[in-house]
């Protein structure tokens, strides 16, 4: 079956512009995070949502940073006034409930100008 | 809390011999453990996982870990290195009964197969 997908795959920027970035998880997962990567570094969390509860946004680095959930399916993550220090890739994945192995989409590498 | 650390984060074999990639966690709670590999450019990719069950994992690959509680261990392994093995491995650290499921990454350990 098909797998968790993000779009775009890549995204160039000017500092100051809001972007979007898009996750459609595994169809029947009701998990979803957001994780950042930054050149050569680690997975940093970002956000978790679950089902219908309230998302556990503990990892947004700033107020700049939002995302949805819409349908308990596809989120959207934006950035807001984007800076240049938010250059990374950034990673989405999905898990079933009561799992907490996570299937991991290919990425979205944002390049802020 | 749960956190997990990766005591290298360059390994270097030549191709043909025994990998080792350590990983120490520690957890509150009953943990899951998980190896992921991620190839340049590329998403991550599940090797292996511990969910209470045996705890010598067998993976995708050739890879295998061993859970040691006494230890805190989860060390990965793999008895002969191919040239495709070269990439980024990270350990991940999940208590389900906590954080709502929120898991933690190690910093990651890059993997270099030398001919």
């Known amino acids: 079956g098909a797998g968790v997908s993000q779009s775009p795959s890549n995204k160039v920027t000017e500092k100051g512009k809001d972007v979007e970035l898009r996750c459609d998880p595994i169809s029947g997962h009701t998990a979803l995070y957001w994780y950042r990567q930054s050149l050569g570094q680690g997975l940093e969390f970002l956000i978790y949502?679950?089902?219908?509860?309230?998302?556990?946004k503990s990892g947004l680095p700033s107020d700049r940073f939002s995302a949805e959930r819409t349908g308990g399916s596809v989120s959207t993550l934006t950035i807001q006034r984007t800076q240049q220090e938010d250059s990374a890739v950034y990673l989405c994945a999905s898990s079933l409930t009561g799992s907490n192995e996570q299937f991991f989409g290919p990425g979205t590498r944002l390049t802020v100008l | 809390a749960q956190s997990v650390t990766q005591l290298d984060s360059h390994v270097s074999v030549s191709e043909g011999t025994p990998v080792l990639l350590r990983c120490n966690y520690s957890?509150?709670?009953?943990?899951?453990l998980f190896w992921y590999v991620q190839h340049p450019n590329k998403g991550l990719q599940l090797l292996l996982k511990?969910?209470?069950?045996?705890?010598l994992v067998k993976g995708i690959n050739g890879f295998e870990a061993e859970f040691k509680k006494s230890e805190t261990s989860f060390h990965l392994t793999k008895p002969s290195a191919h040239m495709s093995d070269a990439a980024e491995y990270f350990c991940v650290v999940s208590s389900y009964n906590t954080n709502a499921g929120k898991s933690t990454f190690g910093d990651g350990t890059t993997l270099t197969v030398k001919p």
């Open positions: 949502f679950q089902g219908n509860s309230a998302p556990d």
């Open positions: 957890s509150s709670y009953s943990p899951s």
């Open positions: 511990y969910t209470s069950a045996a705890t």
